[in-house]
């Protein structure tokens, strides 16, 4: 059974940091690229980032490159995104994905607010 389990959210302050794992179970982590997604209320769901498989390489959204990074623990099974120099409009439910893009097979989330 696939389980991903996000943590790490919470509020912070503009300008400030926070770092999300996810904890995944059921399926052979190390082979499988991990994407991270945010979705906002009113707004679409946006692509955050990806790391892929061997290597790790990554790519981001322009609104993250440069102040996001996802990095993976494989002998943890776990995917992590740290995040700085936060905007408010960062603000959203972050979820963790496995894949390349959104599935079925993805966290409950966890809520990234970024306010004064």
């Known amino acids: 059974q696939v389980q991903l389990a996000e943590s790490g959210g919470g509020l912070v302050q503009p300008g400030g940091s926070l770092r999300l794992s996810c904890a995944a179970s059921?399926?052979?982590?190390?082979?499988?690229?991990m994407t991270w997604y945010r979705q906002a209320p009113g707004n679409e769901r946006e692509f955050v980032a990806r790391?892929?498989?061997?290597?790790?390489?990554?790519n981001y959204a322009d609104s993250v490159k440069g102040r996001f990074a996802i990095s993976r623990d494989n002998a943890k099974n776990t995917v992590y995104l740290q995040m700085n120099s936060l905007k408010p409009e960062d603000t959203a439910v972050y979820y963790c994905?496995?894949?390349?893009?959104?599935?079925?097979?993805r966290g409950q989330g966890t809520q990234v607010t970024v306010s004064s």
């Open positions: 059921g399926f052979l982590f190390s082979s499988s690229v």
């Open positions: 790391i892929g498989t061997g290597s790790g390489s990554t």
């Open positions: 994905n496995w894949g390349w893009s959104w599935s079925v097979y």
